[in-house]
Protein backbone atom coordinates (compact mmCIF):
# COMPACT_ATOMS: atom_id res chain seq x y z
CA UNK A 1 0.00 0.00 0.00
CA UNK A 2 1.11 3.73 -0.56
CA UNK A 3 1.72 5.88 1.91
CA UNK A 4 -0.79 8.52 2.39
CA UNK A 5 -0.18 12.12 2.60
CA UNK A 6 -1.40 14.28 5.23
CA UNK A 7 -4.80 15.55 4.25
CA UNK A 8 -3.85 18.81 5.60
CA UNK A 9 -1.89 19.47 2.13
CA UNK A 10 -1.95 23.10 1.00
CA UNK A 11 -5.09 24.25 -0.49
CA UNK A 12 -4.43 27.63 -0.64
CA UNK A 13 -1.32 28.10 -2.84
CA UNK A 14 0.50 31.12 -2.78
CA UNK A 15 -0.55 33.78 -5.05
CA UNK A 16 2.05 34.99 -7.63
CA UNK A 17 1.14 37.75 -10.11
CA UNK A 18 -1.82 38.68 -11.88
CA UNK A 19 -1.27 36.99 -14.98
CA UNK A 20 -3.64 38.11 -17.76
CA UNK A 21 -5.86 36.39 -19.24
CA UNK A 22 -5.44 34.37 -22.59
CA UNK A 23 -8.12 32.67 -23.07
CA UNK A 24 -11.59 34.87 -23.71
CA UNK A 25 -15.25 34.32 -24.75
CA UNK A 26 -16.48 33.91 -28.56
CA UNK A 27 -18.82 36.60 -29.43
CA UNK A 28 -19.37 34.83 -32.72
CA UNK A 29 -20.70 31.24 -30.96
CA UNK A 30 -21.47 32.78 -27.84
CA UNK A 31 -19.45 30.42 -25.52
CA UNK A 32 -17.23 31.30 -22.76
CA UNK A 33 -13.61 30.29 -22.94
CA UNK A 34 -13.37 29.12 -26.16
CA UNK A 35 -11.01 31.83 -27.68
CA UNK A 36 -7.20 31.17 -27.61
CA UNK A 37 -4.74 34.07 -28.49
CA UNK A 38 -1.51 33.26 -29.60
CA UNK A 39 1.41 35.78 -29.87
CA UNK A 40 3.66 35.25 -32.03
CA UNK A 41 6.91 37.69 -32.04
CA UNK A 42 9.74 37.39 -34.37
CA UNK A 43 13.18 38.73 -34.40
CA UNK A 44 13.68 41.10 -37.73
CA UNK A 45 16.79 42.80 -39.16
CA UNK A 46 16.83 46.58 -39.31
CA UNK A 47 17.95 48.89 -41.64
CA UNK A 48 19.36 52.10 -39.98
CA UNK A 49 21.01 54.47 -41.79
CA UNK A 50 21.73 52.83 -44.68
CA UNK A 51 23.23 49.99 -41.97
CA UNK A 52 21.72 46.62 -41.59
CA UNK A 53 21.87 46.37 -38.03
CA UNK A 54 20.28 43.43 -36.34
CA UNK A 55 17.51 43.94 -33.43
CA UNK A 56 15.19 42.44 -31.79
CA UNK A 57 11.78 43.21 -32.65
CA UNK A 58 9.65 42.17 -30.02
CA UNK A 59 6.63 42.83 -32.79
CA UNK A 60 5.03 39.97 -34.38
CA UNK A 61 1.04 38.73 -35.13
CA UNK A 62 -1.52 37.95 -32.61
CA UNK A 63 -3.33 35.11 -33.52
CA UNK A 64 -7.19 34.55 -32.28
CA UNK A 65 -8.65 31.49 -32.77
CA UNK A 66 -12.25 30.15 -31.52
CA UNK A 67 -11.98 26.06 -31.02
CA UNK A 68 -15.77 26.18 -31.15
CA UNK A 69 -16.20 28.11 -34.31
CA UNK A 70 -12.97 28.27 -35.68
CA UNK A 71 -13.43 31.96 -36.24
CA UNK A 72 -9.72 33.53 -37.06
CA UNK A 73 -8.24 36.63 -36.66
CA UNK A 74 -4.78 37.99 -36.85
CA UNK A 75 -3.59 40.92 -35.49
CA UNK A 76 -0.12 42.77 -35.61
CA UNK A 77 1.24 43.36 -32.00
CA UNK A 78 4.14 45.25 -30.60
CA UNK A 79 6.21 44.46 -27.86
CA UNK A 80 3.70 45.79 -25.07
CA UNK A 81 1.13 44.09 -26.65
CA UNK A 82 -0.76 41.34 -24.45
CA UNK A 83 -3.35 38.76 -26.07
CA UNK A 84 -6.05 40.96 -24.37
CA UNK A 85 -5.18 43.70 -27.05
CA UNK A 86 -5.76 41.36 -29.83
CA UNK A 87 -8.59 40.25 -28.46
CA UNK A 88 -10.12 43.87 -27.74
CA UNK A 89 -9.37 44.58 -31.29
CA UNK A 90 -11.37 41.59 -32.40
CA UNK A 91 -14.19 42.88 -30.90
CA UNK A 92 -13.44 46.03 -32.47
CA UNK A 93 -13.64 44.71 -35.52
CA UNK A 94 -16.83 42.91 -35.21
CA UNK A 95 -18.22 45.57 -34.31
CA UNK A 96 -17.36 47.65 -37.30
CA UNK A 97 -18.64 44.50 -39.02
CA UNK A 98 -22.09 44.58 -37.80
CA UNK A 99 -22.40 48.05 -38.30
CA UNK A 100 -21.21 47.86 -41.78
CA UNK A 101 -24.28 45.21 -42.02
CA UNK A 102 -26.18 47.90 -39.87
CA UNK A 103 -25.45 50.57 -42.53
CA UNK A 104 -25.79 47.69 -45.78
CA UNK A 105 -29.21 47.12 -44.54
CA UNK A 106 -30.33 50.73 -43.65
CA UNK A 107 -29.21 51.47 -47.00
CA UNK A 108 -30.82 48.79 -49.40
CA UNK A 109 -34.37 48.96 -47.26
CA UNK A 110 -34.76 52.71 -47.58
CA UNK A 111 -34.00 52.62 -51.44
CA UNK A 112 -37.63 52.26 -53.52
CA UNK A 113 -40.32 54.49 -53.39
ZN1 LIG B 1 -16.72 30.87 -31.51
Same mark, same amino acid.
Given at each position: ?? #??????????? #? !?????? #??? =???????????????????????????? !????????????????????? =?????????????????????????????????????????
Amino acid at each position: MA #PRKATTAGICK #P !RKKARL #PKI =FSCLVCDRNDVVRVEMRRKKKTVMKDGK !RTKKTVREGVGKLQCSSCHVK =FDYPIGHLSAEVDVYSAWVDSLEAQKEAKKAAVATSTTTGN
